[in-house]
């Protein structure tokens, strides 16, 4: 069993930044690989992120490459998501997933946190 806690979420302006973190208890969280998904409003959940167990592979979708930075410290049991130049269609809630295996599928991940809310004002 893993519990994920998000955090780091809130509201800014276009072109800003914010750091998402997703702590993790439990089981070995360096045992899973970890992604971020995110969902607006009347919309599916989208994929965001993805990194392997060691943190030595990571995938972005094609909204947020070059944007978006997802990284980990299994040290410390935490993911993270860097996010720079945002803009307003990246408002959504962000989600925390972990996965046995690396992937873009929600449906993939066997552990989710709550989410935390980011909104990105034009």
């Known amino acids: 069993q893993v519990q994920l806690v998000e955090s780091g979420g809130g509201l800014v302006q276009a072109g800003g930044s914010l750091r998402l973190s997703c702590a993790a208890s439990?089981?070995?969280?360096?045992?899973?690989?970890a992604g971020w998904f995110r969902q607006a409003p009347g919309k599916e959940r989208e994929f965001v992120a993805t990194?392997?167990?060691?943190?030595?592979?990571?995938f972005h979708a094609n909204s947020v490459k070059g944007r978006f930075t997802i990284s980990r410290d299994n040290a410390k049991n935490t993911v993270y998501l860097q996010m720079n130049s945002l803009k307003p269609e990246d408002t959504a809630v962000y989600y925390c997933?972990?996965?046995?295996?690396?992937?873009?599928?929600?449906?993939?991940?066997?552990?989710w946190g709550q989410g935390t809310q980011v909104t990105v004002s034009s």
């Open positions: 990194i392997s167990r060691s943190g030595g592979n990571t």
């Open positions: 997933g972990a996965s046995s295996s690396l992937s873009t599928r929600w449906y993939d991940y066997n552990y």
């Open positions: 439990g089981r070995t969280f360096s045992s899973y690989t």
